[in-house]
Nanobody, 121 residues
Framework: QVQLVESGGGLVQAGGSLRLSCAVS????????MGWYRQAPGKQRELVAT???????NYADSVKGRFTISRDNAKNTVYLQMNSLKPEDTAVYYC???????????????WGQGTQVTVSS
């Protein structure tokens, strides 16, 4: 069984920083890519950033220059460093690993439970 466990959300003032973490557990042989999405109240879920196993990254225009995605392949963990936070960054942030391959030969599209990020003005 594969699980994604997120941590690091919370309440922060505008201009502040938070770091999200997402650890993938299970009998995993490969994870590619990994990413973060977010969903604000009344809005659709949107892509924040993705990172491939070779370190290639992709960001939404709204977070470029402020957020940094990284991963530790040995720990099957992805991080999202969020700086210069704005009230419009307030949302539930979800970790996603759309292709998790297990040693048993199974492939999963996995989502975390979500972590709330609230930025006050």
């Amino acid at each position: 069984q594969v699980q994604l466990v997120e941590s690091g959300g919370g309440l922060v003032q505008a201009g502040g920083s938070l770091r999200l973490s997402c650890a993938v557990s299970g009998s995993i042989s490969r994870i590619n890519p990994m990413g973060w999405y977010r969903q604000a109240p009344g809005k659709q879920r949107e892509l924040v950033a993705t990172i491939s196993s070779d370190g290639s990254t992709n960001y939404a225009d709204s977070v470029k220059g402020r957020f940094t995605i990284s991963r530790d392949n040995a720990k099957n963990t992805v991080y999202l460093q969020m700086n210069s936070l704005k009230p419009e960054d307030t949302a539930v942030y979800y970790c996603n690993a759309p292709r998790v391959l297990t040693w048993g030969g199974y492939e999963y599209d996995c989502w975390g439970q979500g972590t709330q990020v609230t930025v006050s003005s």
